[in-house]
């Protein structure tokens, strides 16, 4: 199955792809990640991506649509995958069906912008190993510490209260109109974002197989 998951940034689409992966067994895929490994490594593709990523605002079309053309192209994408993070705007999602790429299913997690809010500023993730963490919701056992690796945990400098407003208002500018795209093209299923992500995690099995 070839899936997209839409959402508002801290939507938790993050953690609702890695469920689906374990699910259906296909490829998790998000930009936002692959983006943030080649800042690690100092590739070319991350230093044009970082000012942009910063300050909170899209990587341009032309970059991402190259990511995610060779990501695409692996031979793990064979049976489907899950798009986490691509498209983000109507350009890329133009761009996906000029590869000839038969999306099956779109689903929108709805969470409103202050819930967003109060997710994001709390957010902690592991610098060495990505782990992620919530200062209320899912404290790590010691403060500043990966249960997972040991590794420093930190405030994503994009997570900071002001970036995250500019990503939410670059969402509801650029992103939000993807979802009138898939509604036309009949594939759109919406899922409300609950408190608990168990709960979430149901609504999106129950929409894969609606
Ligand atoms: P994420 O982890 O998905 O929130 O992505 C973090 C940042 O990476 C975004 O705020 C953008 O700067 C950049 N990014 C990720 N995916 C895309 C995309 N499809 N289009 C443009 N920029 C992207």
Request: include cysteine.
């Amino acid at each position: 199955m070839k899936l997209i998951l839409l959402g508002a940034p801290g939507a938790g689409k993050g953690t609702q792809a890695e469920v689906i992966c374990d699910y259906l067994n296909i490829p998790a895929i998000s930009t936002g990640n692959i983006i943030r490994e080649a800042l690690k490594n100092g590739t070319e593709v991350g230093l044009k991506a970082k000012s942009y990523m910063d300050e909170g605002k899209l990587v341009p079309d032309e970059v991402v649509i190259e990511i995610i053309k060779e990501r695409l192209a692996k031979d793990d994408c064979k049976n489907g995958f899950i798009l986490d993070g691509f498209p983000r705007t109507v350009p890329q999602a133009e761009a996906l069906d000029a590869m000839g790429i038969e999306i099956d299913k779109v689903i929108d997690i709805e969470v409103a912008d202050e819930k967003i809010m109060q997710r994001l500023s709390g957010r902690r993730v592991c610098s060495d190993c990505g782990a992620s963490y919530h200062t209320m919701y899912k404290p790590s056992k010691a403060e500043g510490v990966c249960d997972k690796c040991g590794g420093k945990t930190v405030l994503r400098k994009d997570d900071h209260p002001d970036t995250v407003k500019e990503r939410l208002s670059v969402y509801h500018t650029q992103t939000e109109p993807l979802k009138d795209y898939y509604e036309k093209a009949g594939k759109l299923q919406i899922v409300e974002g609950q408190e608990e992500v168990k709960d979430t995690s149901a609504l999106v099995i129950k929409a894969l197989e609606a």
